[in-house]
C-alpha cells in the first residue's frame, strides 16, 4: 500500500449551481449550492445560514450519527444525510468543491444523486494546476459487524471499483448485487437509483415524526407486512395521495423501478458516497456485504486511519549503500550554500516532481557547540533549512544554469517535529510538489525521517532568483 502523487490534474466545478428542494428527515425547504473550491480542498460543507457560516469538512472523524443517512457534525454545527451529494462528486470524478447549504440537511429530491449529477454537469468541469493524490491498495484491508453480518473489504485492483451484495432476509426484496467496474460509470448505471425502505421502518418513522420530506417519489416503499387500513390512512395522509396501494411486485404505487435491483445499486451509491469521507481516493476493489451507513464509514475511518500513519511514516525506501545521483560536490555545482551552512550531503533522487536528500549528522556541526552543552540535539530550524535545501535542487533542477540563481523562502506552513535528531543520525529528506513549479516558485511538501521514523514535516514555498 501507498501513497502516490499521479500524474493526473485535480478538478473542480466551473461556477457555482444550485438546487432547491426539502429535506427528507427536516421537512424543511433548502437551498444546497454547489461552489468551485481551490486545489486541495477537498469537500466541505458550508452552513450559510448561521453566524459565521461554519464549514465541516467531509472527514470520517466527523461522523456523529448514521441511523437515517450519515450525519456529520463539526464544533456543534451538523450535516444531515450527506451521502447523495457526495456519490456524485466522486461519480463524477470531481476532487474539490464547496456545498452551501441555508439548512442542516441536502434536498432529498428524488431520493438518489441524479439531480446532484445534473447540477454538477451544468456548472461545468475543469482542470487544476495540483496534481491528484491516490492511495493504492497493495493488500487486504476489512471491517467486520458480527451484530449485522455487514463486512466491507477492499483489495488491490488496476482502478476505484465496487460490489455491493444485499440481504435484507425478506421475500418482496430477496438477494440482490450490484458493480461499479468504472467510476465514469456512475452517472449511467447508479446515480439514479432511488433510497428506499421497508413499509415496517417507515411506520416507525412516520409514527416519531422523522420523515417529514418524504414522499412516493423519492423513496421506494417495499412493503415487507400486511397493510391494515389505520396505516394505509396515515399513508395517504403522509404522502398526500388519495389512494395507495401495492403494486404486484410489492412496492408502494405511483413509482416503477428503474432497475430490478434498485436497491443494491442505492446501496452502492450510499457506499461511494460514505468512502468519500477517507479524504483520500483509492485505488482497489471494494466488496460491500450488506453495507449501511455504520459499517461504511467505519470503515472510512479505518482507511483514513491507516493512510494518516503511512502519511507520516512512509520512509522512502533507499540503499544508502549504492552511488548516489549527486555527491556533495555536484549539490554544491548547483545550490550557492557552502559549510558550515550546507545541510545535504546526497541526492539520491530527482524527478519533475519529487526529491530525495540526504545528511549525516556528525557531532563536528558547529550548532553543537551551543545547542545544547552535554546533550547535543540538531536545531528544529536548521532540520527545516536542509529541508528546503534539498527542494532547493528540485527547483534549481528546472534551469540550465543553476549557479546563477539564488533560492528564498517565500512561506513557511504546518511545521511539525516529531522527534529529536543527535549526533550519528542519518537525515533522509522528501520533497514533493504540491503545485506545479512556475515563474521559479516552488510550492512543496517536505518530510525528514530518522532511525526510520518521521521527525519533522512542513509545507515550503520557495522562489530562485537569477542574481549572474
Not at 447549504?101 to 439531480?115: C, N, R, T, V
Not at 447540477?119 to 492511495?135: C, H, N, P, S, V
Not at 412493503?223 to 396505516?231: A, G, M, Q, R, Y
Request: hydrophobic letters at 40%.
Amino acid at each position: 500500500m501507498g501513497i502516490i502523487k499521479t500524474d493526473v490534474k485535480q478538478r473542480t466545478i466551473e461556477k457555482q449551481v444550485s438546487l432547491t428542494g426539502v429535506g427528507l428527515h427536516t421537512g424543511k425547504d433548502v437551498t444546497l449550492t454547489f461552489c468551485p473550491a481551490p486545489p486541495n480542498n477537498g469537500y466541505s460543507f458550508k452552513r450559510i445560514d448561521l453566524e459565521g457560516s461554519p464549514v465541516i469538512e467531509a472527514d470520517a472523524n466527523y461522523v456523529t450519527n448514521t441511523q437515517r443517512g450519515t450525519c456529520l457534525e463539526k464544533n456543534g454545527v451538523t450535516i444531515q444525510t450527506s451521502e447523495h451529494v457526495l456519490a456524485a462528486l466522486v461519480g463524477l470524478d470531481i476532487d474539490n468543491a464547496i456545498i452551501e447549504l441555508d439548512a442542516s440537511e441536502p434536498p432529498i429530491m428524488d431520493g438518489s444523486s441524479k439531480f446532484f449529477v445534473e447540477a454538477l454537469e451544468k456548472a461545468g468541469i475543469t482542470e487544476q494546476d495540483d496534481f491528484r493524490e491516490e492511495y493504492v491498495i497493495t493488500d487486504v484491508i476489512s471491517y467486520a459487524d458480527e451484530d449485522s453480518g455487514s463486512e466491507l473489504i477492499v483489495m488491490p485492483a488496476k482502478e476505484y471499483q465496487i460490489t455491493a451484495m444485499v440481504d435484507f432476509g425478506t421475500k418482496v426484496l430477496g438477494t440482490q448485487n450490484a458493480t461499479l467496474s468504472h467510476i465514469s460509470d456512475f452517472k449511467d448505471e447508479i446515480s439514479d437509483s432511488r433510497t428506499f425502505s421497508f413499509l415496517h421502518e417507515l411506520e416507525m418513522l412516520l409514527e416519531h415524526g422523522l420523515i417529514k420530506g418524504g414522499d412516493l417519489n423519492n423513496a421506494i416503499v417495499y412493503v415487507d407486512k400486511e397493510l391494515s387500513p389505520e396505516t394505509m390512512d396515515k399513508l395517504r395522509v403522509a404522502f398526500k395521495k388519495d389512494s395507495i396501494a401495492v403494486k404486484p411486485n410489492g412496492i408502494l404505487d405511483n413509482l416503477t423501478l428503474h432497475y430490478p435491483n434498485e436497491a443494491a445499486r442505492h446501496k452502492l451509491l450510499d457506499v461511494v458516497g460514505d468512502l468519500a469521507l477517507i479524504g483520500t481516493r483509492i485505488k482497489g476493489k471494494v466488496i460491500a456485504n450488506k453495507p449501511g451507513h455504520f459499517i461504511n464509514t467505519q470503515f472510512a475511518k479505518k482507511i483514513a486511519k491507516i493512510i494518516k500513519n503511512e502519511r507520516r511514516n512512509n520512509v522512502p525506501q533507499i540503499d544508502l549503500n549504492q552511488p548516489p545521483l549527486m555527491d556533495v560536490n555536484q549539490i554544491m555545482d548547483m545550490l550557492p550554500h557552502r559549510q558550515p551552512f550546507l545541510l545535504i550531503d546526497k541526492i539520491y533522487e530527482l524527478t519533475d516532481s519529487h526529491v530525495i536528500g540526504m545528511k549525516n549528522v556528525t557531532m563536528n556541526e558547529e550548532y553543537f557547540r551551543g545547542h545544547f552543552p552535554g546533550a547535543p540535539v540538531m536545531p528544529g530550524v536548521l532540520i527545516v533549512e536542509a529541508m528546503a535545501q534539498t527542494g532547493g535542487i528540485l527547483v534549481l533542477s528546472t534551469v540550465p544554469d543553476p549557479e546563477n540563481y539564488l533560492t528564498f523562502f517565500m512561506k513557511i506552513d504546518k511545521v511539525k517535529f516529531k522527534q529529536k535528531v543527535v549526533p550519528g543520525d542519518t537525515l533522509i529528506f522528501k520533497c514533493d510538489l504540491i503545485t506545479p513549479i512556475r515563474r521559479g516558485i516552488c510550492h512543496m511538501q517536505g518530510y525528514a525521517y530518522s532511525n526510520g521514523k518521521l521527525c519533522a514535516e512542513a509545507e515550503l514555498m520557495a522562489q530562485i532568483s537569477k542574481v549572474k
